[in-house]
T-cell receptor
Framework: GDSVTQMEGPVTLSEEAFLTINCTYT??????LFWYVQYPGEGLQLLLK?????DKGSNKGFEATYRKETTSFHLEKGSVQVSDSAVYFC??????????????FGQGTTLQVKP | EAGVVQSPRYKIIEKKQPVAFWCNPI?????LYWYLQNLGQGPELLIR????????DSQLPKDRFSAERLKGVDSTLKIQPAELGDSAVYLC???????????FGQGTRLTVV
């Protein structure tokens, strides 16, 4: 079945460092891909998304590119801030005949940014 | 505009007791989801509603879990009886329609002792 695999955390970085969180997926067809973020004490929030191959999603300085050839959707940010400390979830939503809006999540990666 | 509202935020119960969680989706959102999030894991879908109809409940353990969405607005998820392994965060989400962006509530953290 469809699945998402994220890199293990926690990821600990100093402020202004470059961030990469790896995400790969297994899916039938061409799913939509998402990154969600969960700040402490808050609900999941959509960070960015991409709906087709080679699309780049971006928001708040974060970017991710839908790579069909490597089935990946890695999250990047050029300069992280302490306020970016959160848990990041990669997710996919199957499309086509099985388009249900259902989200399949990875296990999450905790990011800690130190001043 | 208010987001998805869930209550309670936290619940501690003894095993074998019943428990219920409530969700009020964003106004106008026809699709409602309940997800289960175990510690250190990503959320997993339990059930999806289109208006008042449960259109995907294949992952809902029906021996002890039940859900309803009366009038196609608020929803309740119930566990009876609760087991120790049910300790988790229960998330509710809603979207304007199937396939549109889903908005999540803050979740209910259940601890079964």
């Amino acid at each position: 079945g469809d699945s998402v695999t994220q890199m293990e955390g926690p990821v600990t970085l100093s402020e202004e460092a470059f961030l990469t969180i790896n995400c790969t997926y297994t899916a039938t067809g061409y799913p939509s891909l998402f990154w969600y973020v969960q700040y402490p004490g808050e609900g999941l929030q959509l960070l960015l998304k991409a709906t087709k191959a080679d699309d780049k999603g971006s928001n708040k300085g974060f970017e991710a590119t839908y790579r069909k050839e490597t089935t990946s959707f890695h999250l990047e940010k050029g300069s992280v801030q302490v306020s970016d400390s959160a848990v990041y979830f990669c997710a996919l939503s199957p499309r086509g005949s099985s388009n249900t809006g259902k989200l399949i999540f990875g296990q999450g990666t905790t990011l800690q940014v130190k001043p | 505009e208010a987001g998805v509202v869930q209550s309670p935020r936290y619940k501690i119960i003894e095993k074998k007791q019943p428990v219920a969680f409530w969700c009020n989706p964003i106004s106008g959102h026809n699709t409602l989801y309940w997800y289960l999030q175990n510690l250190g894991q990503g959320p997993e879908l339990l059930i999806r509603y289109e208006n008042e109809e449960a259109v995907d409940d294949s992952q809902l353990p029906k021996d002890r879990f039940s859900a309803e969405r009366l009038k196609g607005v608020d929803s309740t998820l119930k566990i009876q009886p609760a087991e120790l392994g049910d300790s988790a965060v229960y998330l509710c989400a809603s979207s304007f329609r199937t396939g549109a962006e889903a908005f999540f509530g803050q979740g209910t953290r259940l601890t079964v002792v």
